[in-house]
């Protein structure tokens, strides 16, 4: 069975970071560069994003969270274009995905029929930056 991560970062995050790409070009005016940099991409990534050759997902225009999902992605935005971290705003969507039973969802169509113990907490939390790790070796 894949870890719940594995199947947010394959079915989920590309799909998010595509939305979110359109929605702060097309209602915020940023330019590809902007929102590369914010993204941590190059432009040709986020121009991809924007043509739909990146980023899209069936399974979720197709679940019962469409509209949820996308009305979440549109807010992230909108807090995004107003200066808050593109990080904290992607957590935000997995806690989304892991609390509306999207997630669970994943499993069903990755062929997983069992129970599913959803795991609740972001690691995010206990990651420290590279130059803050390095001086407590």
Known sequence: MKLPCELIVTHILP?????????????????????????????????QYLKGLRGGNNLIDKSAYRDDFYRLIADCADRVASGEDVMTVMC??????????????????????????????????????????????
């Open 15 to 47: 799909t998010a970071r595509g939305s979110l790409a359109k929605e702060l070009v097309n209602r915020h005016g940023m330019t590809q560069v902007q929102v590369a940099r914010l993204f941590g991409v190059t432009s040709a990534a986020v121009s």
């Open 92 to 137: 935000g969507i997995c806690r989304f995905v892991k609390d509306c039973g999207l997630l669970r969802a994943l499993y069903v169509f990755e062929g997983y029929s069992g129970d599913v113990n959803i795991c609740r907490e972001c690691p995010r939390f206990c990651i420290v930056p590279y130059d803050e790790g390095l001086s407590e070796l």
